[in-house]
């Protein structure tokens, strides 16, 4: 990522460049980028395949102005970090099924930062952390979004808790993106995939979160959820002045297979 690109998306999530590779630019970048770049599946519901690229997502989401799923935002994330100076390191996770099973561990994606001690990055899930977690204890860490815990889990894997329910467990070892394609490719295919079921759109705020789940608004702010049913009209406006993203129909009616975007 060359410099240019890395002002543009500094912009693109309203951050000053840092001064310093360090743990309070760190938190500041993790938390803005939570609050700028939607977690969502427009191009899935469009029919439009994107390539399993770093590049891809940067330009996606500084140049286009879109988020994306797990593998997208934490990426591009992961790329502007080790730009600005940041040791950064892939780590695959599996979110907990509601019978208390791991689904399969490429599920996801999250980040490791080497600093003083190692930190967990994730700006790609729901109920997620708004500041890094510590990896290397088990204390309980205190955050916006509530109380979150690093624990031992088997083959030296740990999971991280969220108000004492266990969210996802995250693999000891690295690994490289050419991991992730399967997982990648079955989430854009399968119908099983929550993925590719229902179009998804979700910006966490400063006091809660905005979610456009098919054709239901959903606000949380200060734990009070309200819940109110779009038209398309309605929807294509939420779209473009709540999440930025200009749309003339809602994505699942476009319904076109074009050319990879990002493909060679």
């Known amino acids: 990522m060359d410099q240019r690109m890395v002002r543009d998306y500094l912009e693109r999530i309203g951050a000053p460049m840092p001064g310093a590779a360090d743990l309070d630019t760190l938190?500041?970048?993790?938390?803005?980028h939570l609050y700028a770049v939607p977690f969502e599946n427009i191009y899935t519901r469009m029919g439009t395949p994107v390539?399993?690229?770093?590049?891809?997502?940067?330009?996606?989401?500084?140049?286009?102005?879109?988020?994306?799923?797990?593998?997208?935002?934490?990426?591009?994330?992961g790329a502007l970090l080790r730009a600005l100076g940041?040791?950064?390191?892939?780590?695959?996770?599996a979110p907990f099924k509601p019978d208390?099973?791991?689904m399969f561990a490429l599920d996801h994606l999250v980040l490791r930062v080497d600093l003083d001690s190692p930190w967990m990055l994730d700006v790609g899930f729901g109920q997620g952390y708004v500041f890094?977690?510590?990896m290397d204890t088990d204390e309980p860490q205190v955050d916006p979004a509530g109380e979150f815990r690093v624990v031992e889990a088997p083959?030296?894997?740990?999971?991280?808790?969220?108000?004492?329910?266990?969210?996802?467990?995250?693999?000891?070892?690295?690994?490289?993106?050419?991991?992730?394609?399967?997982s990648w490719d079955w989430h854009h295919a399968s119908p099983?995939?929550?993925?590719n079921t229902m179009d998804l759109c979700s910006l966490k705020t400063p006091t809660g979160r905005v979610t456009l789940h098919g054709n239901r608004l959903i606000t949380t702010d200060r734990g009070t959820t309200t819940e109110r049913t779009l038209d398309e009209p309605e929807l294509v406006e939420v779209y473009r002045t709540t999440f930025g993203i200009d749309l003339d129909r809602p994505p699942s009616a476009f319904r076109r297979v074009p050319e990879a975007l990002g493909a060679h």
């Open 27 to 32: 938190r500041e970048l993790h938390e803005r």
């Open 51 to 77: 390539e399993l690229d770093e590049d891809v997502y940067v330009d996606k989401i500084v140049r286009l102005r879109r988020g994306g799923g797990c593998y997208e935002l934490n990426g591009a994330f």
């Open 192 to 195: 099983e995939s929550f993925w």
């Open 132 to 134: 890094p977690l510590r």
């Open 100 to 102: 208390g099973e791991p």
């Open 155 to 182: 083959y030296g894997d740990v999971d991280v808790l969220f108000d004492g329910a266990p969210k996802y467990r995250v693999e000891a070892h690295p690994r490289r993106w050419c991991d992730f394609q399967p």
């Open 86 to 93: 940041y040791r950064v390191t892939l780590l695959a996770a």
